[in-house]
């Protein structure tokens, strides 16, 4: 029997929980998740295998006006990420106000040529009649495929997307082996969990102007355990002490709990060192963001 195959983009506005729903979707974590906006800044590549064929889930940074060079690379990958899909899964909010953000994201959709699904986040926290008002005002502002509720957190109603998906997916031969899961390298998987367990942890402004640098990462002869050293780079020399907090507390608390979910992923031990350095401006440095893992030569 023919396969079915095809790349689908997950776009919505910061904090819409587009990682939380892919990361539902294929049955494990890849993506870092988190109240804060702007968690994810790189595609992000997952892989759902089935009987039917192959779905290759691009995770996207929210869609929003940029304030620096980071800002601009991250829309950069989303406009990008939308002319190389065959469906788009558009996330918003269980609101029937439709704000300036998702007004700009429907302008921006009415120019692609390939399905676009309405998938209602968070309908766990609404009464059932007000998701059909909620339908009601995005038909009004889009041609819409495909509307579908969800809770992603919950994994509500999250089976219906991958079953309507496959629906619209053209025939074709699997991109991946059927056990790959994601094309991350597990280093920069590493890096995000140290960065979503440092956003976290700490105070509104100051997880945008961090990233994370893996530095080693090798396995100890002999032993179960696997070494790694990493630094938590942040933009100014206050930020570094919030970080490191009194007496290390903040640092060692952004360690343990990351090393107990890498531990998890890599399922052997970990010792894990964190060391914090600034780099004021990181974000507005083309050379910098490159050394960080935003690399504008893909986009």
Request: proline share 4%; glycine share 6%; hydrophobic share 40%.
């Amino acid at each position: 029997m023919e396969k079915k195959s095809g790349f689908v983009a997950i776009i919505g506005r910061p904090n819409v929980g587009k990682s939380t729903l892919m990361n539902q979707l294929i049955g494990q974590k890849i993506a870092i998740t988190s109240k804060k906006p702007q968690t994810t800044r790189n595609r992000i590549q997952t892989v759902y295998t089935d009987q039917r064929g192959q779905i290759v889930f691009l995770d996207t940074p929210g869609i929003h006006k940029a304030k620096n060079r980071l800002g601009e690379y991250m829309v950069q990958v989303v406009n990008r990420t939308l002319r190389e899909v065959d469906v788009i899964l558009w996330l918003v909010e269980p609101s029937t106000y439709i704000g300036p953000g998702d007004k700009r994201i429907g302008e921006q959709l009415e120019s692609v040529d390939v399905p676009v699904f309405l998938v209602i986040n968070k309908v766990d926290t609404i009464k059932r009649e007000e998701v059909l008002r909620i339908i009601d005002a995005y038909r009004k502002l889009l041609d819409l495929e495909e509307i579908i509720p969800v809770s992603a957190l919950k994994g509500q109603n999250t089976q219906d997307v991958v079953d309507t998906i496959y629906r619209y997916l053209p025939d074709g031969p699997l991109f991946y082996d059927e056990d790959t899961v994601t094309d991350q390298p597990v280093r920069q998987i590493v890096a995000e969990v140290i960065r979503e367990k440092s956003l976290h942890a700490l105070d509104e402004e100051i997880p945008h102007g961090i990233a994370v640098v893996i530095d080693t990462m090798k396995e100890r002869k002999g032993k179960e355990l696997v070494d790694i050293e990493a630094t938590i780079v942040c933009e100014k020399d206050s930020h570094k002490g919030i970080i490191i907090g009194k007496q290390g507390a903040m640092l060692k608390k952004i360690g343990s709990n990351a090393r107990f979910e890498i531990e998890r992923m890599l399922e052997q031990k970990v010792n894990l060192k964190l060391w914090v350095k600034v780099q004021k401006n990181w974000r507005d440095s083309d050379f910098l963001m490159k050394n960080f893992g935003y690399e504008k030569k893909g986009i």
